[in-house]
């Protein structure tokens, strides 16, 4: 090849190396400025839970909805074939609730349509999800991971209602 | 190539074609069931929406990849090495061993005992054929690499000095990559599953299970798609009449895959509890690496296409993205494959990004994203490549090449219609792996595009139907002709560029393992280190 033609080949290379290194960096450097600055975390390491010994075990011995402080709730939720328990969940708007939940037998899904709401219910495992409910209205909470036959039937609600004045 | 050669090659096509078959049927069944229509009573015997499903993408993303590959990768190398391919009774052992592995699992799937989708969560239970087989699969692959191995090794030795040919080179760090890969789920069938589907262990650590499964499960994804830019690299500049712009960048390309395609899949886990963010923010960082490879990648196979415009004549700056061979089926097939990739490519983006996949884990666009990767970039590629290897093997011309190029057409605006639906479906969050038809929360806001899901399901089946018809009638109908195979493409920055470094395996093979520590490291020290407590089998189905 020409001597010529090969350094122009480089300036090419180079000139595409470079911005498809900075891009995926510029990417990489927004995600974790996002993620400390507007803090949407992850489920992440909480605790276990026997499966098979669900209803001897705080808090799940005890499903439901409870205030913890004016304003911060947890709610206790179990997945099992193809229901959640409760499911249906009523919150003033502008609560923050924590989702402590869990499956009873395989793995299920949880998502509340149109929030930061979406975990794994894994059989051995917490799942531990936070959200702020600023907007009063229905919520769809939907498995989203195949548990069998009957999976498609398995959804709830969120219920969040203005505050009586 | 030797006779048995060849039947060895077409018997992998014929396996990998009849579960494209097979596996495909499934496909508009769901879409349609999406849209409102239930045709399910069609297929008798079939017990749900999720047994079909399930064999919907075992077969595709199981079966019909690692055969098309096992039959492209020998033929590539045996093509590209000029030399025999090294024991036939090893070969043809490795073929068989795959078959019976592939028959094994099918039985369970086809008698509803294995109704637990292509990902096998535990503790789902299946049969243990069902588990026995896919484990023979991964074995018979190992064996694949072992036979490239002893190929590289003999030519080695017959040509000291010279670098490994390009195509052949590819096709080995293919499988040097899916060896390393496929040693998750390797160990979850042998040591966990298999042992648990026979009563000889009454539980199974659910989140172990899944861990080891996308340590596999997403490293798979490179296992596919590195056959289909072998293809784009090494023969789609000859088919457009241009060269391959850069040797050393395309085996640079490679060798990053190599090395750094493995420590990712916890992308795929970013919302299981038991895993913390750091853990999860580092394969975040590593996928967005092996974003770079395809970067390289489109860069490369776009300037060998503007040389090839460029060699007919074309001047202008950007006139040489159309002025392409459009009329010959294999190039057209395998430029639409790479188009439709980029938007696959940018989704990929979305999912690995730590919080931004919380709005789309599980979700449509999940389904959307993949149909793009496997089932366009990497399906509608090896399409095309079934355009010229068909006749070659069989020694007939294609039956028709307009209507190949009219199915490669089919499958771009089916799958564009398709992806498109799905991926703003998920943003709607319409849950995946669900016969959203019985649903009862469906919302009046994922209608219409559940509908344009169905469109472009019946669209897609039309295309692949076509492909079938081609493919029955080119082996029944074709005219009896020797067709030779292509050339692979010439360099324009070749071998002489290439630097030494980008002809070896070992030292990169030892970063691979390296950051497979690195990555894969905290994450099983901290799903070990919990003690999950053990789930019980369970057939929910």
Redesign the interface.
């Known amino acids: 090849?020409e001597r010529r033609?090969?350094y122009l080949?480089y300036l090419?290379?180079s000139a595409?190396?470079l911005p498809?290194?900075a891009?995926?960096?510029g990417?990489?450097v927004a995600?974790?400025l996002?993620?400390f600055a507007i803090g949407?975390?992850?489920?992440?390491?909480?605790a276990?839970?026997?499966?098979?010994r669900l209803a001897q075990t705080p808090p799940f011995d005890r499903p439901g909805l409870r205030e913890v402080r004016p304003g911060q709730y947890e709610a206790v939720v179990i997945g099992q074939?193809w229901s959640f328990t409760p499911n249906e969940i009523q919150v003033p708007a502008g609560a923050t609730v924590t989702f402590i939940a869990t499956s009873r037998?395989?793995?299920h899904?949880f998502?509340i349509?149109?929030t930061?709401v979406?975990?794994?219910l894994?059989?051995?495992?917490?799942?531990?999800l936070t959200y702020r409910f600023t907007q009063p209205g229905e919520y769809?909470l939907?498995?989203?991971?195949?548990?069998?036959?009957?999976?498609?039937?398995m959804?709830g609600r969120i219920r969040v209602v203005a505050p009586t004045p | 190539m030797t006779a048995p050669e060849n039947r060895l090659v077409r018997g992998y096509l014929i396996v990998a074609l009849l579960a494209l078959a097979v596996g495909g049927l499934f496909g508009p069944l769901q879409a349609l069931n999406w849209a409102g229509l239930d045709l399910y009573g069609l297929i008798p015997g079939l017990r749900s929406y999720y047994q079909g499903l399930s064999l919907h993408g075992t077969l595709l993303v199981l079966v019909w990849t690692t055969f098309f590959i096992g039959g492209f990768l020998l033929f590539v190398t045996r093509q590209s090495l000029g030399q025999p391919l090294p024991r036939p009774g090893l070969t043809w052992a490795t073929f068989w061993l795959m078959v019976v592995g592939l028959v094994l699992a099918a039985l369970p799937l086809l008698s509803n005992d294995a109704t637990v989708l292509f990902t096998f969560y535990a503790p789902l239970k299946a049969s243990p054929l069902f588990y026995l087989g896919l484990g023979l699969i991964v074995v018979g692959t190992w064996l694949l690499t072992l036979t490239l191995g002893l190929a590289y090794r003999r030519w080695r030795a017959a040509h000291p000095g010279e670098p490994y040919p390009l195509p052949a080179f590819m096709a080995l760090v293919t499988m040097l990559m899916w060896t390393l890969a496929s040693l998750g789920i390797a160990f979850e069938v042998v040591f966990l599953l298999l042992p648990w589907s026979v009563g000889l262990t009454g539980g199974v650590d659910a989140l172990l299970t899944r861990t080891l499964f996308w340590f596999t499960g997403h490293p798979i994804v490179y296992f596919w798609l590195l056959p289909a830019y072998l293809s784009w690299y090494t023969l789609v500049p000859r088919h457009a009449g241009g060269s391959l712009f850069s040797e050393p960048m395309a085996r640079l390309s490679f060798l990053l895959f190599l090395t750094t395609s493995i420590p990712v899949g916890v992308h795929h886990q970013f919302t299981d509890p038991g895993i913390s963010e750091g853990p999860k923010l580092l394969h975040t960082f590593f996928t967005f690496v092996v974003f770079f490879p395809s970067l390289l990648t489109a860069f490369n196979v776009a300037a060998s296409l503007e040389s090839a415009a460029r060699r007919r004549g074309e001047q202008g700056w950007l006139g040489w993205l159309w002025r392409q061979r459009w009329g010959d089926p294999v190039l057209t097939a395998q430029l639409l494959a790479m188009i439709l990739f980029i938007f696959g490519g940018i989704g990929g983006l979305v999912n690995a990004s730590l919080n931004v996949n919380l709005l789309v884990h599980n979700t449509a666009w999940i389904v959307g994203h993949f149909h793009l990767t496997v089932g366009s970039a990497v399906t509608l590629t090896f399409m095309g490549v079934t355009y010229w290897l068909l006749p070659h093997l069989l020694g007939r011309q294609l039956w028709s090449r307009g209507l190949a190029l009219v199915q490669a057409v089919l499958w771009f605006v089916g799958m564009a219609v398709f992806a498109y639906a799905l991926h703003n479906l998920g943003l709607l969050d319409t849950p995946r792996r669900t016969m959203l038809g019985a649903a009862p929360y469906r919302l009046a806001e994922w209608q219409p595009w559940l509908v344009l899901v169905g469109i472009g399901g019946v669209i897609l089946f039309l295309s692949g139907l076509l492909y079938f018809v081609l493919v029955v009638l080119t082996a029944l109908a074709g005219e009896r002709q020797p067709v030779p195979a292509p050339a692979f493409a010439e360099t324009i920055h070749g071998p002489a560029d290439t630097p030494r470094a980008f002809d070896r395996l070992a030292p990169w093979l030892v970063v691979s393992v390296v950051l497979i520590v690195v990555g894969y490291g905290p994450v099983f020290w901290q799903v070990l280190s919990q003690g999950t407590p053990p789930a019980a089998g369970l057939r929910v189905w």
């Open positions: 090849m033609e090969s080949a090419y290379e595409w190396i498809s290194v891009i995926p960096v990417m990489l995600l974790v996002t993620a949407i975390h992850l489920p992440g390491q909480t276990t839970v026997d499966p098979r074939i037998d395989v793995v899904g998502r349509q149109g930061t979406n975990g794994m894994i059989p051995g495992q917490v799942t531990r769809l939907v498995c989203h991971e195949y548990c069998g036959v009957g999976h498609h039937g959804y």
